[in-house]
C-alpha cells in the first residue's frame, strides 16, 4: 500500500468514530481497531496520528464531511397577481396596529 493511499484514507471510517470524537476516544479506537486488524497497522497509525494533530484534524473534517450537504434550494415562481391596494381605503385603526 502506497504512502498517498493511506493519507487519503477516510481516518474517521479507520477508527470507526464520530467527528465529535474526544482525544481519549481516539486513542482507544485505535487500540480498538488495532485488535480487530480490519486496516493495516500503518493506516491505523497515520489515521490515529491525523486525528490527534488539530490542524491535520481540521483539513480531514473538510476532506470527509460527516453529513452531505444539501443541495441549494431552488427559487419558487408562483403566478398570483397581486390587486393594487388603495391606501385610502385603509381605515385609520388599522395603520395603528401596524405601527
Known amino acids: 500500500m502506497s504512502l498517498k493511499t493511506i493519507e487519503?484514507?477516510?481516518?474517521y471510517k479507520?477508527?470507526?468514530i464520530d467527528q465529535n470524537a474526544s482525544k481519549q476516544?481516539?486513542?482507544k479506537a485505535q487500540m480498538?481497531?488495532?485488535?480487530?486488524k480490519?486496516?493495516?497497522?500503518?493506516?491505523?497509525?497515520?489515521a490515529a496520528k491525523q486525528l490527534l494533530n488539530p490542524a491535520?484534524?481540521?483539513a480531514a473534517d473538510f476532506m470527509f464531511p460527516?453529513?452531505?450537504?444539501a443541495k441549494r434550494p431552488q427559487r419558487l415562481s408562483f403566478d398570483i397577481s397581486?390587486?393594487?391596494?388603495?391606501?385610502n381605503e385603509i381605515d385609520q385603526n388599522e395603520l395603528d396596529s401596524i405601527k
Open 25 to 27: 476516544e481516539i486513542m
Open 8 to 11: 487519503m484514507s477516510n481516518p
Open 82 to 87: 397581486v390587486e393594487e391596494v388603495d391606501l
Open 66 to 69: 460527516s453529513k452531505i450537504k
Open 32 to 36: 480498538i481497531a488495532m485488535a480487530e
Open 14 to 16: 479507520v477508527l470507526n
Open 38 to 46: 480490519k486496516h493495516p497497522l500503518q493506516v491505523i497509525q497515520v
Open 56 to 58: 491535520k484534524r481540521l
